[in-house]
């Protein structure tokens, strides 16, 4: 009988083993995704500077002791995503109780004047943040901002192609339409631009151009330029 009973028993075993894992697994898994235990108690912030970090909590909206592994990290990345300084995010689990947020706001290529305000806005043009005066930056006069107007892409186009003395003295960019794009610079020079094809070269003339007397540089048709 003793040895019928060790055999049975032995046979059982693996069973009575697997039975047990399945429980501590399941007991684990209800601690982990069911408790508080492993709760959000930190949403941490990284990498604001225009922003506090309690408006990037606020955007986030993770709910305090909601379980770690319940957290969906995309959803909450879109919502910081939303805010406009925000360029880039990366949301993380860290064990065993921290939600951490990584971003990288947008960095301001020029200023657009809004009434008694300016809108910053950035090298893709999307207005990010209002400010009392544009320290610093060249003014963009477009009449709508944003990523996809004609005349906000013109303008950056142009920026992105002036060399380092244009762009020393240049205080604004005024553009009426696509092909109306003038550049403002100090001592009340003008650089008439015409459109934004051949922004490298009309760049490179207009730069010829400013050691040369004259408060008006046309390098609209940069090979038949005038000064006057």
């Known amino acids: 009988m003793a040895r019928a009973r060790e055999r049975r028993l032995r046979a059982a075993m693996p069973w009575l083993t697997g039975a047990g894992v399945l429980l501590l697994a399941g007991g684990l898994a209800w601690v982990v995704y069911g408790t508080s ?99 610093g930056l060249p003014l963009a006069r477009v009449a709508t901002p944003g990523r996809n107007d004609e005349n906000t892409g013109s303008a950056l186009t142009v920026l992105a192609a002036l060399s380092d003395e244009l762009r020393e003295q240049l ?30 070269q009309k760049s490179i003339v207009a730069t010829a151009l400013l050691r040369e007397k004259g408060d008006e540089i046309d390098v609209s048709a940069p090979s038949v330029v005038t000064i006057r």
Do not use: Y
Not at 75 to 104: F, K, M, N
Not at 171 to 190: D, N, Y
């Open 37 to 135: 235990l492993f709760g959000v108690r930190e949403v941490r912030v990284v990498g604001a500077q225009v922003l506090t970090a309690d408006q990037v909590r606020a955007a986030a909206a993770v709910e305090p002791d909601r379980p770690l592994a319940r957290v969906d990290l995309d959803a909450v990345a879109a919502a910081v995503r939303g805010l406009p300084p925000v360029d880039r995010v990366l949301v993380t689990r860290s064990w065993p109780s921290t939600v951490e947020i990584q971003l990288v706001e947008r960095s301001p290529l020029a200023a657009v004047p809004a009434g008694e305000q300016f809108l910053l806005i950035d090298d893709e043009g999307v207005p990010f943040r209002a400010v009392a005066t544009p320290k």
């Open 171 to 200: 205080v604004a960019i005024s553009v009426a339409s696509p092909v109306q794009i003038r550049l403002e610079l100090r001592k009340g020079r003008v650089v008439i631009w015409g459109d934004d094809t051949a922004s490298k």
